[in-house]
Structures are given as structure tokens and as C-alpha cells.
């Protein structure tokens, strides 16, 4: 994932190829299972690729990482 310089994705690596963010369609946050040794923080966004396809990656804010969300 590549991101600009507030944090927002701007690219995101598929296949090898990185494709271009067009449009951020939603953003949210959740934070969850603070009481506990593995907490959750995470912040999702749903894209627009320049493919237009679609994908939902999220920022896990206790790793410093970013993950793609896969369905099916």
C-alpha cells in the first residue's frame, strides 16, 4: 500500500502492479477488545481502483500495517 502524506491509500499493490486510488468511497473506524491483550484499532476504506474494481483494505493501527480485505 502506498499512502499520501495524511495517511489516506493512494496505491495499492495487486498482481505485482500497483493501481491507482481514483476515489475513497467510505472511510471508518472501529476500535475494539481494548480491554484485553490483543486490542483492535483499525481504520477501513472502501476504493476506487483505476481499474474500477473495488477493494477494502484497512490501516491495523496497533501493528503499523495495512491489509487488504478479502471476501469469499
Known sequence: ??????GVPAALLRNRDWRSVIDVLDCYRTEDR?????PVSRTYYELLLED????????????EEWYEQRYG
Do not use: C, L, Q
Open 34 to 38: 481494548w480491554w484485553t491483550s490483543e
Open 52 to 63: 474500477g474494481r473495488i477493494a477494502t483494505v484497512y490501516r491495523n493501527h496497533v501493528r
Open 1 to 6: 500500500m502506498r499512502s499520501s502524506a495524511d
